[in-house]
């Protein structure tokens, strides 16, 4: 069975100061990996996929890497407008299950003071 | 591309009642997922539909709810007989082909008291 622990459970940040949250990850076989944000009372928004150890992606002040067991995402110079919960999820095909069948974590609740 | 859309928003109901929720899908989309949302939790799979057959159904999935997507298009989740229990914010997503980013709406807030 796939298994997702995100890290921290809460952050909380200046605005400005850079950090990392923290996915680890088990499964039989990773077709993919994705990052989303939640904001209070919306569905989760897609921010990026990785598919292989190694990959990298990065958008505005986010970059998300992967390893064979973690995965991380980096925030730089963090604003009060990026404090969400980010959701990280992973597509592991165990047993052949569908496409889309994802794993998530609990999340991290990220606050940004200004 | 005008996104995911789920009617309603929110819904309250009594224990025992029937609900029934609908989801819009992106319209390329032959991919529609069904996900349950607790508080303080990721969401978790409920039934996968690819065009209009269900593909796959989660343990989750008790013999009170029942989905449907006739004709490919939107889909509907029905919960019978609703329990306490049941209380939790219902997601739709779709995607446009395997191994696709999935796209979910802003959900179903349902509250059973």
């Known amino acids: 069975e796939d298994q997702v622990t995100q890290s921290p459970e809460a952050l909380r940040l200046q605005e400005g100061e850079s950090s990392s949250l923290n996915c680890s990850y088990t499964v039989s076989g990773l077709r993919g990996l994705f990052w989303y944000r939640q904001d209070p009372g919306k569905g989760p928004e897609f921010l990026f996929t990785?598919?292989?150890a190694g990959e990298e992606k990065e958008k505005e002040r986010l970059k998300a890497t992967l390893t064979k067991k973690e995965s991380f995402l980096h925030i730089t110079a963090p604003k009060p407008e990026d404090s969400a919960t980010y959701l990280c999820?992973?597509?592991?095909?165990?047993?052949?299950?569908?496409?889309?069948?994802?794993?998530f974590g609990q999340g991290t609740i990220l606050t940004v003071h200004p | 591309d005008t996104g995911v859309s789920q009617d309603p928003r929110h819904k309250i109901t009594k224990r025992g009642q029937n609900v029934t929720f609908r989801c819009d899908p992106i319209s390329e989309h032959n991919r529609l997922y069904w996900y349950r949302q607790t508080l303080g939790q990721g969401p978790e799979f409920l039934t996968y539909f690819q065009n209009e057959a269900q593909l796959e159904k989660s343990r989750l999935l008790s013999d009170r709810f029942s989905a449907e997507r006739p004709k490919g298009s939107f889909s509907t989740l029905e919960i019978q007989r609703t329990e306490q229990g049941d209380s939790a914010m219902y997601l739709c997503?779709?995607?446009?082909?395997?191994?696709?980013?999935?796209?979910f709406g802003n959900g179903t807030r349902l509250t059973v008291t």
């Open positions: 990785l598919y292989s």
């Open positions: 999820a992973v597509d592991g095909g165990a047993g052949g299950t569908s496409y889309g069948k994802l794993t």
């Open positions: 997503a779709s995607s446009i082909g395997q191994n696709s980013p999935l796209h």
